[in-house]
């Protein structure tokens, strides 16, 4: 099982972009929740938003400021993360997983970076 995570770029400020996650090898995908992580430069992975196996989304980072949205298309295996308003401190190597995450799931990530 590998996670295959894409859609992260370089935008400036202010900016938004929409990461996918193809999960396509996970054969039991409609029976997890789901989670996007993203771990900076010297920094810890963190958690920054999950979502149950019916849809039901959390976000963990700023979730006062409705900046990051996840959702799941269960026909097709993939998972979605929209991020709007990225900040500075967004930038970070983002990676989809179960939730709680499966060591041995992590895929290469998505890098994703923020600059002016």
């Known amino acids: 099982v590998r996670m295959v995570e894409s859609g992260g770029g370089s935008v400036q400020p202010g900016g938004s972009l929409r990461l996918s996650c193809d999960a396509s090898?996970?054969?039991?995908?409609?029976?997890?929740?789901m989670g996007w992580y993203r771990q900076a430069p010297g920094q810890y992975r963190v958690v920054v938003a999950a979502?149950?196996?019916?849809?039901?989304?959390?976000s963990y980072i700023d979730p006062e400021e409705g900046r990051f949205t996840i959702s799941r298309d269960n026909t097709q295996s993939t998972v979605y993360l929209q991020m709007d308003g990225l900040k500075l401190e967004d930038t970070a190597i983002y990676y989809c997983?179960?939730?709680?995450?499966?060591?041995?799931?992590w895929g290469q990530g998505t890098q994703v970076t923020v600059s002016s």
């Open positions: 997983n179960t939730w709680p995450a499966t060591p041995k799931y």
């Open positions: 090898s996970l054969n039991t995908f409609g029976q997890k929740a």
């Open positions: 979502i149950t196996i019916g849809g039901e989304p959390t």
